[in-house]
């Protein structure tokens, strides 16, 4: 059982910063794909970044490649999301996830965190 813990969110300008962490225990952490989700006020929660146990190898939706950038530090058990020139439209809870396999969807995932809030004001 993999337990997974997100913090750095908060609240900041358009055009601003933020860098989210996701500590995860339990388990082989390199032997995990790392994902990030996020999911909007009345939206379904959607695919952001994943990257490979050994971080080699990531992959961006088309709304965030080239302002976030993912990576992984396999020797403390942490995943990273740097977000930068944030955007109103990316206020939302972001999640990070864990899965033994790989891929875009919610359901290739087995483990989840609690989320936390970025909220990105105008």
């Known amino acids: 059982q993999v337990q997974l813990v997100e913090s750095g969110g908060g609240l900041v300008q358009a055009g601003g910063s933020l860098r989210l962490s996701c500590a995860a225990s339990?388990?082989?952490?390199?032997?995990?794909?790392m994902g990030w989700f996020r999911q909007a006020p009345g939206k379904e929660r959607e695919f952001v970044v994943v990257?490979?146990?050994?971080?080699?190898?990531?992959y961006y939706a088309d709304s965030v490649r080239g302002r976030f950038t993912v990576s992984r530090d396999n020797a403390k058990n942490t995943v990273y999301l740097q977000m930068n020139s944030l955007k109103p439209e990316d206020t939302a809870v972001y999640y990070c996830?864990?899965?033994?396999?790989?891929?875009?969807?919610?359901?290739?995932?087995?483990?989840w965190g609690q989320g936390t809030q970025v909220t990105v004001s105008s």
């Open positions: 339990g388990g082989t952490f390199s032997s995990y794909a």
């Open positions: 990257i490979t146990g050994s971080g080699a190898t990531t």
């Open positions: 996830a864990a899965t033994g396999r790989w891929g875009f969807k919610k359901y290739n995932y087995d483990y």
